[in-house]
């Protein structure tokens, strides 16, 4: 089984809607990350959280927002999605030993 | 602001010959250093990592690190078709264990063909 896991893994919505991204992990660290990826952009960080009370936003939260449910799940939500939030969004945990981040499978948006 | 500059590619290698992907970094208090892999769609998934200077080999993988240049490579040798991707190189500020703000910092990758 994944130790990352993301639903949905595909996603068509259209503009103005509400959608919410879930990710839940199975490796037991408590640090967790969500970014965004676009072609020729590299990946790009929205929100991060160091625990369920702790929440941080990253270079690019404008638009989105996120709840640490447990320490097993983070969830990123567009509140009213845009086009220009079409992209490749991928959830990931860290090892606070090795400094090492482990990626979901990723979830394709696509905004009409 | 930190910056991690790769050069994007496509780097094109023949099968059998060794791959030499490269990458600056702007942050003098970058500690930490990974390789990812990712494929077209797909997740990136973790190579090596390495803190210290000097060369660190894993199988057919060896990276290189420079702090003093800012520096970090990954060698493949033997490439194999297989090897076809995009590499990330990625930065953390922090030490090892000594958690970390903010997460890692990547570059935009470069894209390796390995030619048959």
């Known amino acids: 089984d994944a130790d990352v896991t993301q639903t949905p893994r595909n996603r068509i919505t259209k503009t103005g809607k509400r959608i919410m991204l879930e990710c839940s992990q199975t490796?037991?660290?408590?640090?967790m990350y969500w970014y965004r990826q676009d072609p020729g952009l590299g990946l790009q960080l929205i929100y991060y959280?160091?625990?369920?009370?702790?929440?941080n936003k990253g270079e690019i939260s404008d638009g989105y927002s996120v709840s640490r449910q447990a320490q097993a799940k983070f969830s990123l939500s567009l509140e009213s999605a845009i086009p220009n939030q079409t992209a490749l969004y991928f959830c990931?945990?860290?090892?606070?030993?090795?400094?090492?981040?482990?990626f979901g499978p990723g979830t394709r948006l696509t905004v009409l | 602001q930190k910056e991690v500059e790769q050069n994007s590619g496509p780097l094109s290698v023949p099968e059998g010959a060794i791959a030499s992907l490269n990458c600056t970094y702007s942050?003098?208090?970058?500690?930490?250093f990974f390789w990812y892999r990712q494929y077209s769609g797909k997740s990136p998934e973790l190579i090596m990592f390495?803190?210290?200077?000097g060369d660190k080999e894993d199988g057919r993988f060896t990276a290189q690190l420079n702090k003093a240049s800012q520096y970090v490579s990954l060698l493949i040798r033997d490439s194999q078709p297989s090897d076809s991707a995009t590499y990330l190189c990625?930065?953390?500020?922090?030490?090892?264990?000594?958690?970390?703000?903010?997460?890692?910092?990547f570059g935009k990758g470069t894209h390796l063909i390995i030619q048959p």
């Open positions: 990931a945990t860290r090892d606070r030993g090795t400094d090492t981040q482990y």
């Open positions: 490796k037991g660290h408590d640090r």
């Open positions: 959280s160091f625990d369920v009370k702790d929440i």
């Open positions: 942050d003098r208090g970058s500690q930490s």
């Open positions: 390495i803190y210290s200077n």
């Open positions: 990625a930065v953390n500020e922090r030490s090892p264990s000594g958690g970390g703000a903010d997460g890692l910092t």
